[in-house]
């Protein structure tokens, strides 16, 4: 005999999670800004236009209002949080866009919905420089960049005055980039002290300028940069390949498994670090004069052990 009671259990857990996921789906496009028709709901989830009623007019009392032309919207105060058709717009702004291999937003509300501890994926944060006591300068320059108004404030014990054109975060660091003596700079925000935004002494940011901080893909600013070739052991090779570690990287792969690497680099400072992470596995091919720099440095750091 057929257990009525489980059947009963059963059809009324399958009617409560139809219910969830057609009230989550609705929430969702109503946050996306978008204005509901009862009719073309009604034909998407196959059930009654009364049923879709109930579910706006009572289930979803102070989400979703009538519009005056009878669409349904979310209300006043439901309209003060975020939509999230501006998650994407974060998540370009913060550069987390291509984080997930499925960047689309039914998959990142999919996740959100689901909690911490139960979620498949974890993401291991960045460390990053705490601006927390620098509020008021980061707020202060934000503000000189969009009003286009000259900062003055002290930097390594020296007085600077700068035109200020965009605040960079790069590797965990916020940098200032901004024009001084007519080269384009950049200054750690931490180091940043004294700050003053003088409202009274306006310039007009450089086209050339905003160009070339749009199109660098780092915060290293000079006028010429020298081509460095590099050598990468088959060992490393898919760290080199799989995402850019170097400005302008390009590479090409030999039959031996190695990589030819070129990069364009604004100082030899900017690269011996990254070439220091990965020795004895990289090699510096040209320009010769920064491998025998490179070379000679580390030959004085084994002389100083040695002693």
């Known amino acids: 005999m057929p257990n009525h009671a489980l059947v009963t ?4 857990d399958t ?34 236009i009364r049923t879709i009623e109930r579910d706006l007019h009572q289930r979803l009392h102070g989400i979703a209002e009538r519009n005056a032309q009878g669409q349904w ?12 058709r501006h998650l994407h717009g974060y998540a370009r702004m913060a550069g987390t866009e291509r984080l997930f291999p499925d960047a689309s ?13 139960h979620r498949a994926t974890h993401v291991q944060p960045i460390p990053h420089e705490d601006l927390g006591g620098g509020t008021r300068t980061f707020a202060a320059l934000q503000a000189a960049i ?57 310039f007009t940011p450089k086209r050339t300028h905003l160009d070339y901080i749009a199109n660098k893909d780092d915060v290293w600013f000079t006028e010429q940069t020298t ?13 080199f390949a799989r995402r850019q570690l170097l400005p302008q990287q390009q590479h090409r792969q030999d039959s031996d ?8 680099i604004n100082h030899i400072n900017q690269l011996l670090p990254v070439v ?32």
């Open 73 to 84: 919207q979310l209300t006043l105060t439901a309209r003060s949080t975020i939509p999230a």
């Open 15 to 48: 009617k409560s999670e139809k219910l969830a996921q057609r009230l989550s789906r609705i929430i969702a496009r109503l946050h996306q800004g978008e204005h509901i028709d009862k009719h073309q709901l009604a034909a998407e989830f196959g059930t009654t």
């Open 146 to 202: 969009e009003q286009q108004h000259t900062c003055h404030f002290t930097y390594k014990t020296k007085p600077r005055h700068a035109h200020p054109y965009r605040l960079i975060h790069k590797n965990g660091v916020w940098y200032l980039a901004a024009e001084e003596a007519g080269r384009l700079k950049n200054f750690s925000v931490a180091l940043i002290e004294q700050l003053q935004v003088d409202s009274s002494a306006p």
């Open 105 to 117: 937003l039914p998959y990142l509300l999919s996740q959100l919905n689901i909690p911490e501890p």
């Open 276 to 307: 220091r992470y990965w020795l004895p596995h990289v090699r510096i091919v040209q320009p010769k004069a920064w491998e025998e720099e490179l070379v000679r440095e580390l030959r004085e750091v084994l002389g100083r052990w040695d002693q």
């Open 227 to 239: 081509e460095v070739l590099l050598r990468i052991a088959p060992d490393i090779a898919h760290y």
């Open 9 to 12: 259990a059963t059809t009324a």
């Open 257 to 264: 498994g190695s990589l030819l690497v070129t990069t364009q």
